[in-house]
Nanobody, 111 residues
Framework: VQLVESGGGLVQPGGSLRLSCAAS????????MSWYRQAPGKERELVAS????????NYADSVKGRFTISRDNAKNTVYLQMNSLKPEDTAVYYC?????WGQGTQVTVSS
């Protein structure tokens, strides 16, 4: 199993980023996927999850209305569109499949 995140970076408050997680080594279209994040000094927290077919999604209250999780099963990729970013969104963002984690991608929201 391999999960490779990309798309992080430095963005100003109010800006947008789209994270991608390219998955391989398992039947991607058969499983739910999730995005987590971990800010410095804090525990890792669930940001969003999506069912195998993409028909149902869930979000942390802190990101509802600003973030959108989606997936492309033909490309074995899950996305996290992040809009109206806030400094408190600064964290390392991780893609997760069952017990497997990607290496993470840093998102920094700062002026």
């Amino acid at each position: 199993v391999q999960l490779v995140e990309s798309g992080g970076g430095l963005v100003q408050p109010g800006g947008s980023l789209r994270l991608s997680c390219a998955a391989s080594g398992f039947a991607f279209s058969s499983y739910a996927m999730s995005w987590y994040r971990q800010a410095p000094g804090k525990e890792r927290e669930l940001v969003a999850s999506i069912t195998s077919a993409g028909s149902s999604t869930n979000y942390a209250d802190s990101v509802k209305g600003r973030f959108t999780i989606s997936r492309d099963n033909a490309k074995n990729t899950v996305y996290l569109q992040m809009n109206s970013l806030k400094p408190e969104d600064t964290a390392v963002y991780y893609c997760k499949y069952r017990g497997y984690w990607g290496q993470g991608t840093q998102v920094t929201v700062s002026s």
